[in-house]
């Protein structure tokens, strides 16, 4: 390794949330930042700091996550990302490493970022870690007219976690539909930013008005920044994907961005 001042990498990698409290560390919790921080770590001898593209709750899955770190020592990336994997545990996979310019961040670089939510409307014997089984009647043109009112809705403050000290509730949509794929239901967004509990938030809310519990009436109130308490349950964290992330200069030459 040639010794120098600061060197930064992108990584892009995947990650089952099951085992993990998110990804942000936190004390005495398994996040997948500290796994990966850990690992690097031992790996560099270095007092690494791994930033992510976004942050996830609980449970929640990343299939196509982007994150950076510095270092003081350039390294073979190719190397790197094969001592990573036999460090890390199963549930988390590197693609690949790359070496960034320093003004490329993993978060602020970001113009959008895409999430999916899968529904299941049969019941299945595998694969249900991924995906929420639900088995009830629910009218599909009722959530497609949904995901149109959140196209052209900017203010979420109504889908936002409860006690949440943000400041700003306002984001911009770029993508919001709901596709059939064989027996599930998948409803794919894409926005600029996403609030805490966002996309769970409207996916539980949206199932409440396409299962009858609630007007589509409502919606015309909550996309113009009603409280928390006047949108629906959120759905549960297993069913949600971070898909990838958009940027203007892209460090794996697109690889990182869904395809919606």
């Not at 007092?47 to 609980?58: C, L, M, Q, V, Y």
């Not at 949440?164 to 930013?193: G, M, P, V």
Request: charge should be positive; proline fraction near 2%.
């Amino acid at each position: 390794m040639q010794k120098s001042e600061i060197h930064r990498y992108a990584m892009r990698l995947a990650f089952h949330g099951a085992p993990f409290s998110g990804w942000q560390i936190q004390s005495r919790q398994r996040t997948v930042q500290g796994e990966l921080t850990n690992a690097l770590r031992s790996l560099s001898k270095e007092d690494i700091k791994i930033i992510g593209a976004g942050r996830t709750d609980s449970g929640v899955h990343g299939k196509n996550y982007v994150a950076h770190f510095d270092v003081l020592n350039e390294f073979d990336c190719q190397e790197v990302s094969f001592k990573l994997n036999r460090f890390l545990p199963d549930r988390i996979s590197v693609y690949e490493l790359k070496k960034v310019d320093l003004d490329f961040h993993a978060r602020f670089s970001a113009l959008s970022r895409s999430y999916s939510y899968t529904l299941r409307e049969k019941k299945h014997a595998f694969g249900n870690d991924l995906v929420w089984n639900y088995t009830r009647d629910l009218d599909f043109e009722i959530l497609k007219s949904c995901s149109e009112l959140i196209k052209n809705a900017k203010n979420f403050s109504a889908f936002e976690r409860k006690g949440s000290d943000n400041t700003n509730s306002i984001c911009e949509i770029y993508h919001s539909l709901w596709i059939r794929k064989n027996d599930s239901i998948i409803f794919q967004i894409r926005a600029n930013r996403f609030l805490r509990n966002m996309v769970r938030s409207l996916v539980g809310t949206m199932i409440e008005t396409a299962n009858g519990k609630r007007n589509l009436n409502d919606w015309q109130f909550l996309i113009k920044g009603g409280d928390r308490s006047d949108s629906g349950n959120s759905a549960p964290a297993h069913g949600l994907v971070f898909m990838g992330v958009n940027y203007s200069k892209s460090p794996f030459d697109g690889r990182e961005a869904a395809k919606y």
